[in-house]
């Protein structure tokens, strides 16, 4: 959908108006913010309505960047809205300060929205241009804090710890441990002890790895030039933002 579909009456309207399509650095911004929120922040219960929080607007403004539609907009708005009303009632309602499975898995589709609409609206684009590259950027970003998630996910679910290392893992291991993985550093210092994580640490790992030299490295390369009518899809000049 072009930026036509996404004028509408209403928030959609105002938000186009402030903020012009394409501008990914504010997305990369939240994103940094909510990560250290993650690493560094307190835990406890209001901690986990903090990260929900975030990642919703994190997940609004990539839907805004990327001029994904007014309807998806709403839509997210709605998911977005929900699940900080969720993570609210749950201070209320649960006795523990620990996050639960089902705390991780609503934080996975929270994330999960983000890169795919990032990725769906690079796609279009008709210049690599620094843009270009922030909105890839926060797609490797985004990816690192959604393995983040499957892992704390399955911390809490499965029967077994998911590290070797310790029993009560929390989500900042789980974060630290992700982007450890993505960046293929590999400390060593926490590693997983199943066969589940350990595949999905080898995907991780490939997967970052494989994005830095190929997408990344290539957007770097072609900066300020634009595609032949045979390399990309027929997109329209009108789309790009002034």
């Known amino acids: 959908m072009g930026s036509a579909d996404f004028a509408v009456p209403g928030a959609e309207a105002w938000l186009e108006r402030h903020s012009p399509g394409y501008r990914f650095g504010a997305v990369l911004a939240l994103l940094s913010i909510t990560f250290v929120v993650m690493a560094s922040g307190p835990p406890g219960e209001w901690a986990r309505v903090l990260t929900v929080a975030l990642q919703g607007l994190t997940l609004l403004a990539a839907l805004v960047a990327s ?3 007014s309807r998806i907009f709403r839509i997210a708005l709605v ?8 993570a609210v009632l749950s201070v209320f309602v ?4 620990e996050p639960t499975g089902i705390f991780f898995g609503l934080n996975v589709l929270l994330v999960a929205a983000a890169p795919v609409a990032i990725a769906h609206s690079l796609y279009r684009r008709t210049v690599v241009d620094v843009h270009t590259v922030l909105g890839a950027i926060c797609i490797y970003v985004l ?7 499957v892992y704390a996910s399955i911390n809490e679910i499965a029967a077994d710890p998911f590290f070797a290392q310790t029993d009560h893992a929390t989500s900042q291991d789980t974060l630290y441990f992700s982007f450890v993985t993505l960046t293929t550093v590999g400390y060593g210092d926490l590693s997983p002890a199943g066969g589940l994580g350990r595949s999905l640490a080898v ?4 997967g970052g790895q494989l994005y830095l030299v190929t ?3 290539v957007l770097v390369s072609r900066i300020g030039q ?10 329209h000049s009108a789309e790009e933002p002034s």
């Not at 649960?94 to 300060?97: I, Q, V």
């Not at 634009?226 to 997109?235: H, L, N, Q």
Request: hydrophobic letters at 50%.
């Open 203 to 206: 995907l991780e790992a490939l």
């Open 226 to 235: 634009r595609p032949s009518v045979d390399e990309g899809p027929a997109t």
């Open 67 to 69: 001029r994904s539609g």
């Open 143 to 149: 990816i690192g804090m959604l393995f983040a998630f």
């Open 79 to 86: 998911v977005v809205t929900l699940a900080l009303l969720c």
């Open 215 to 217: 997408i990344v490295a």
């Open 94 to 97: 649960s006795s523990s300060s």
